[in-house]
């Protein structure tokens, strides 16, 4: 199946459900990827700061607990702009450090922009860049026997559901070696007005990042959706630590599909939920690496505690 096709099945699964939604792995397009760069410069999106700080101000204590006695890789899913990622590499490639960074990105302009900058201002990093999703991407890995740091940042696990996170993990397992590592972001439980402002932004970029789902819709299988017939609600519950994201149709509606030959049929209010952001305690973290069968060597964590880069061994 091509990628557009799967693209047209899931949205066609999404929105004939009887809750209707779309998945966020959809948000990062080439645009979306650009709408995320504005979201990341948001004074209210804490998390960015908070990674660049441990990765800026604690690359070092990382780097220590890694125990690699020959070259090895690191792995990089989902890297977008790697600016926080490099605070990292500079560190080893500093200490002349023999390793190769393979940065894996859904988008292609993302991969070409970061492997610009990484030469700009690292020039003596090994970079070999991946362009599509990670799965297809990890057998590849896993069958190459390099020691590797894989390396999960930005608090991307926040959007997978317990079940998926469960999976996703085994299949981070399958492509890692006793003694390879996993650092994973996973955003904190905080004030919740803190995290509510972040995913609700004053001027509607976040919104924006959302309404990008259905302009994508209309773009690549020939939607008619009105965009602006959409709001955008985002709601946190700080009970669960779920943030969870929404775009409202705002008239009862249709909308047709040419790619697929479909219509949904919207009422007013009704909902297609786009995102869930968790939020963890270090608890709860905890109980995730040993339910996947990960020892945790450390938990990173910025001066607020409001973010950490968890590192994990087999
Ligand atoms: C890229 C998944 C970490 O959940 O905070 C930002 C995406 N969504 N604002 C997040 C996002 C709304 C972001 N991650």
């Given at each position: 199946m091509t990628d557009l096709q799967t693209f047209a099945r899931d949205i066609h699964k999404g929105l004939s459900a009887p809750q209707k939604h779309i998945s966020s792995?959809?948000?990062?397009d080439d645009i979306g990827s650009g709408i995320f760069q504005d979201i990341m410069k948001m004074?209210?999106?804490y998390p960015t700061p908070c990674e660049f700080e441990i990765l800026s101000l604690q690359g070092e204590n990382i780097i220590q607990k890694l125990a690699f006695n020959k070259p090895f890789q690191i792995v990089e899913f989902g890297?977008?702009?790697g600016i926080k990622t490099r605070q990292l590499l500079k560190k080893l490639v500093e200490r002349q450090v023999d390793f190769t960074y393979v940065p894996i990105d859904i988008s292609s302009k993302a991969i070409e922009e970061l492997t610009a900058n990484m030469h700009a201002h690292l020039p003596g990093l090994k970079i070999s860049p991946m362009i599509g999703n990670y799965f297809s991407m990890m057998e590849e890995l896993a069958a190459s026997g390099v020691p590797s740091l894989l390396l999960f940042l930005g608090?991307?696990?926040?959007?997978?559901e317990a079940h998926e996170v469960n999976s996703l993990l085994a299949d981070f397992r399958k492509c890692m070696n006793p003694g390879d590592y996993l650092l994973t972001g996973f955003d904190l439980q905080k004030n919740p007005a803190t995290v509510r402002c972040a995913y609700d932004d004053p001027k509607g970029i976040t919104k924006a990042f959302n309404i990008n789902l259905l302009h994508r819709i209309n773009r690549e299988l020939g939607g008619s959706f009105k965009t602006n017939q959409f709001d955008f609600y985002s709601h946190y519950n700080p009970v669960n630590g779920e943030v969870r994201s929404y775009l409202v149709s705002l008239v009862p509606q249709k909308v047709h599909v040419r790619h697929t030959d479909k219509c949904y049929d919207f009422d007013r209010n009704e909902l297609i939920w786009t995102e869930l952001s968790k939020k963890y305690t270090l608890s709860e973290i905890e109980e995730v690496a040993a339910a996947n069968g990960f020892r945790v060597v450390e938990h990173f964590q910025d001066c607020k505690a409001y973010f950490t880069d968890s590192l994990w061994t087999l």
């Open positions: 792995k959809y948000f990062y004074p209210e999106y890297a977008g702009d608090g991307n696990i926040g959007n997978y």
